[in-house]
């Protein structure tokens, strides 16, 4: 029977749940366990597919296609475990859910609630696929306090019960603030949090307290005392250089250690963290450096660009590099004119066009890509930043003012189209315009199919890749040979050959742009191939400036 570990956050948000749960799950692997780790968000949204970048940060895209919080990224970087559509656990999931249930008569008239019909469909997504693994960490999103949280809170309170003791963890997320001008750590916001969460039902067995120092004896002892919590299970959450020493300070701290004894578990095998030593080693001792220039339109949150960043950062570790990163935003570049462009662009040793949606910020992008064109700088463009590039040679090279995405408005030559029909292994997915915008896109796994003689293939060491996407525009296959004449080649199509997934440029050292994501299935120990091309390719750059 798999066990339940529940992390909650209290005093205020973004202390780092998500990496929290993952590097607790790496620590469980390294003890011999199967993990397999979930996000229950309070929102009301479905899921986070039609949310405002600026807002939530990035949607990471599970194998299966499910539209999910950034935090399910976290945790298949640090366990490499796919998550799946039945690993992000929404509010207005939940509520569609039940709401259909009650249309149908399901519940045999009786009065629908929140307990107990809303919190026994909590308790079944919990509950769901968990028989072949160890453990289960599910992480609680937002705040302990806050009114949406409520009846996962409550559900969570309830499993203890159902499963015992023996078979359920809380552990608590929390916050023990330095205060300059006392020159001491308080330790009341925790305290106060704890009593928020005991209001609830809920004990909590391990406390995680963020620090940016060292929490003395004494405050320690405070903890437990207060907190109802025994001295050992107050565990430090210090600040580290990189998220990937994580699971190291936690170990030291005695996190993994705590979680077995309760559990009444032995250690399969002896923690081996080696592999996340060398990691650390590696970012902390880099033999050189790089500088990618990352020219998007939702810079402002860096949240919104969570997996790309740390793609990067893989890249960097491939090549046993530094990465440093210069977030520009395409709105400033648009307006600051090819003098200034020269300025924020000349030095960098490569070139990245992530993706996004709508029209705004897409010239200043352009502006990038035709200066990595022409400057011979090593170019990555990924979902529109593939459309861009395809525009870019077609308008700039190819003399095609007007060619465009239908995306951005009517054209007369959409050489970026919206696709309304496309195959998903042999089932024919439509999109209806004017219908539901969630879940409608081209989501998750797709094959490609890539010409041998390619930069793209040479990269991967295959011909046939499968990677996730996140879009519903395409490259119109109409104006292929309009792109061969720019120099534009398509090099990797779908499976079934009807649709562009690949362009390359073989008038440049390293130009590569792709309608999927391929930082979604980046890991540290296992960095995506195209990353690792990307980053060797702007390390050769450097060496030449």
């Known amino acids: 029977m798999a066990r339940f570990i529940f992390v909650t956050g209290g005093v205020v948000s973004s202390l780092g749940k998500g990496i929290a749960s993952a590097s607790l799950g790496a620590l469980l692997q390294a003890r011999g366990y199967k993990v ?10 479905v899921d986070p597919g039609t949310m405002n970048p600026f807002q939530h940060g990035e949607v990471f895209v599970t194998e299966d296609g499910a539209e999910t919080d950034l935090d399910l990224g976290h945790y298949e970087r640090f366990t490499g475990v796919n998550t799946t559509s039945f690993d992000a656990v929404s509010t207005g999931r939940i509520y569609s859910e039940v709401i259909a ?3 149908r008569g399901d519940y045999l008239g009786a009065t629908v609630q929140v307990i107990p019909h809303v919190t026994d469909a909590i308790k079944g997504a919990i509950l769901k696929n968990t028989k072949d693994v160890d453990f289960v960490i599910c992480e609680i999103g937002g705040t302990v306090g806050d009114i949406e949280g409520l009846p996962f809170l409550e559900s969570i309170r309830q499993l203890r019960n159902d499963l015992g003791y023996r078979n359920t963890l809380y552990i608590h997320l929390t916050l023990v603030p330095y ?4 020159g001491e750590l308080k330790t009341k916001p925790t305290q106060h949090s704890v009593k928020e969460l005991q209001s609830k039902g809920i004990q909590p067995d391990i406390l995680l307290c963020r620090s940016d120092r060292e929490i003395g004896v004494e405050e320690r002892r405070k903890l437990a005392l207060f907190c109802n919590i025994k ?10 250089s990189t998220i990937y020493q994580v699971p190291i300070s936690y170990h030291h701290q005695g996190l993994d250690r705590e979680v077995c004894k309760h559990f009444g578990l032995e250690s399969k095998t002896s923690p081996d963290l080696s592999i996340w030593e060398r990691i650390v080693e590696t970012l902390t001792r880099p033999e050189g450096n790089v500088t990618i220039g990352v020219v998007g339109k939702y810079t402002a949150l860096l949240d919104a660009y969570k997996s790309l960043h740390q793609s990067l950062i893989h890249g960097g570790i491939a090549n046993k590099v530094h990465v440093n990163l210069e977030w520009i935003d395409s709105n400033q570049l648009e307006e600051e004119g090819k003098v200034m462009l020269m300025e924020r662009l000349s030095h960098l040793h490569g070139i990245l066009v992530p993706g996004g949606f709508g029209e705004r910020g897409t010239p200043g992008m352009m502006a990038a890509i035709q200066f990595a064109r022409e400057q011979k700088i090593p170019f990555f463009g990924i979902c529109l930043g593939m459309q861009l590039a395809v525009l870019e040679a077609l308008r700039n090279i190819g003399g095609f003012a007007e060619a465009n995405s239908t995306e951005f408005g009517p054209t007369p030559m959409p050489a970026i189209a919206l696709m309304t029909e496309w195959m998903k292994g042999d089932v024919v997915q439509k999109y209806f315009p004017g219908a539901d915008l969630g879940g409608t896109m081209r989501l998750g796994v797709y094959k490609c199919q890539l010409e041998s003689d390619s930069k793209t293939c040479e990269a991967y060491q295959s011909s046939l890749i499968s990677e996730r996407h996140r879009h519903r525009y395409e490259v119109n296959t109409t104006y292929l040979e309009d792109l061969k004449k720019c120099g534009l080649y398509v090099v990797g199509q779908t499976a079934d050959g009807l649709l562009p997934e690949v362009v390359e440029r073989k008038d440049h050292p390293w130009f590569v742009a792709v309608q999927f994501h391929p930082e979604f299935k980046s890991r540290p120990f296992t960095p995506h191939p195209l990353f690792t091309a990307f980053i060797g390719a702007a390390l050769n750059q450097n060496r030449l400036i």
């Open 231 to 240: 001295p050992e299970c107050v565990i430090e959450a210090l600040d580290v």
């Open 179 to 182: 205060i300059p001008t006392a």
């Open 101 to 103: 249930k009650e249309r």
């Open 36 to 45: 397999l780790l979930r996000k229950l968000e309070p929102y009301i949204n």
